[in-house]
């Protein structure tokens, strides 16, 4: 059969995704182990991924800190030795801080595992947070603070954090001098408190065999032991602030930052799928209208869009740009044109399919591999949630109407409640 070339593919919708579930196993010390077993290539990604403790204004560089300096260097290991027991064998061992989470993760070869799983374990049982490297992060980070105070779109984005969440977990931001505050006492008790099996999920993703289940439980089960009581890895609740413009003024920009938005719905709202949607056509993708009126049309930024950011007890939607200075002002009022015609306007039909299209697509091309299908559990996992969610989710992303999207505007943008931040000029 020879192919027409001048007729495209059929197009074909997406019925349904299938989502790899996990088999889960909880240790004897408390620790909880999920597993996730597919894939031909002998290679598991392993994560130890710990809630963070409560926010403390008076030290609010701990959680955070104590996870960078995890693999600075333990009892037996300086951060070199641990580096090279990692590279030896292929492996490749990194640290990650959330506001909610922090995570140690480990990629390695399963024929490995006997190797490189006690560099993980000493790393999560003896660091010891040496007072050299303790100086070296502390200047490294005042350093790339430095730099990056003097980018716009980085004041703008710790200005719109501080602006909604103030003094807790969400809203913190480091001045140089707070780098300063850091003692390594306090890493030590925070090291102790925090990283315990009590408050440790383990999510093992790739070819799992019985072989290294075995051997990760064994390691981190019965002969790793919580020493403290379970830790209050409660969030103080959250007081929005009060001033909603905040201006920093930069006579020698010559672009502007801008960071709008507001608190927000997260993702055990039940309108959280259905708003996806909704800041979708707004500014999540390359066509949104705020791509296709700020960028295409009036050519004031190269870029600009929208988000949502889903915490365990509230969020946040946000919209960022970085335009010339002379056109800051009308760039704002453009914003607002089009969250405007989203509370005014029905969405076309052919608008709102391409969105839907697009969104079930972004959802089955994020599933590539057994490691995306872990992510997505987590999402679950920590915000209390089941597979139900997604199944929701696909259900009214395929059947949202034009109404409910401009129902949904009316009800969540309300430009009144908008904080607004601009860095630049204005």
């Not at 300096?69 to 290991?77: A, E, K, R, S, V």
């Not at 905040?246 to 708003?275: W, Y």
Request: include cysteine; aromatic fraction near 10%.
């Amino acid at each position: 059969m020879i192919l027409d070339r001048e007729l495209a593919p059929e197009f074909k919708g997406i019925d349904n995704i299938n989502f790899l579930r996990p088999e889960e196993l909880k240790l004897a010390n408390g620790a909880k182990l999920f597993s996730f077993n597919s894939g031909d290539q002998e290679l598991v990604r392993i994560e130890w991924v710990f809630n963070n403790l409560r926010f403390d204004p008076a030290k609010p560089l701990s959680n955070m800190a104590t996870n960078a300096m995890l693999t600075d260097g333990t009892t037996t290991l300086s951060a070199a030795e641990i580096a090279d027991k990692i590279d030896f064998y292929g492996a490749f061992l990194s640290v990650d801080y959330g506001y909610e989470q922090s995570l140690v993760t480990l990629y390695s070869l399963t024929k490995h595992l006997d190797k490189t799983l006690p560099v993980v374990k000493d790393v999560l049982t003896n660091s010891v947070f040496p007072q050299k490297e303790l100086e070296t992060f502390i200047r490294n980070h005042q350093q790339k603070l430095q730099v990056g105070l003097k980018k716009n779109d980085v004041v703008a984005r710790r200005t719109f954090n501080k602006a909604l969440y103030g003094d807790t977990i969400y809203g913190v931001t480091a001045e140089l001098e707070t780098y300063d505050t850091v003692k390594r006492d306090d890493l030590l008790a925070h090291f102790k408190e925090m990283y315990q099996p009590v408050n440790c999920t383990i999510i093992i993703a790739g070819k799992v065999t019985g072989k290294s289940l075995d051997l990760l439980s064994g390691i981190f089960g019965a002969d790793w032991t919580t020493l403290l009581a379970a830790p209050d890895t409660s969030q103080p609740e959250v007081v929005y602030g009060t001033e909603q413009f905040h201006f920093i003024e930069r006579p020698d920009a010559l672009q502007s930052a801008i960071r709008m938005g507001l608190p927000f719905i997260n993702r055990k709202h039940a309108d959280f799928p259905a708003v996806q949607v909704l800041n979708t056509l707004l500014g999540g993708y390359f066509g949104s209208r705020l791509m296709n009126n700020i960028r295409e049309d009036k050519g004031y930024t190269y870029g600009i869009g929208s988000g949502l950011t889903s915490f365990q007890h509230n969020g946040t939607l946000f919209i960022a740009t970085e335009v010339g200075t002379d056109v800051c002002k009308a760039a704002i009022t453009e914003i607002e044109k089009e969250i405007g015609l989203l509370k005014t306007q029905l969405v076309p039909d052919d608008e709102l399919e391409l969105v839907r299209n697009y969104m079930m697509g972004s959802l089955l091309g994020s599933l590539e591999n057994v490691f995306s299908h872990a992510d997505k559990f987590k999402n679950l996992h920590f915000s209390g949630m089941g597979y139900d969610y997604y199944d929701r989710y696909i259900n009214i992303v395929k059947n949202i109407k034009a109404h409910e999207i401009l129902r949904l505007a009316n009800q969540y943008l309300d430009l009144d409640k908008f904080y607004r931040v601009v860095v630049g000029k204005y």
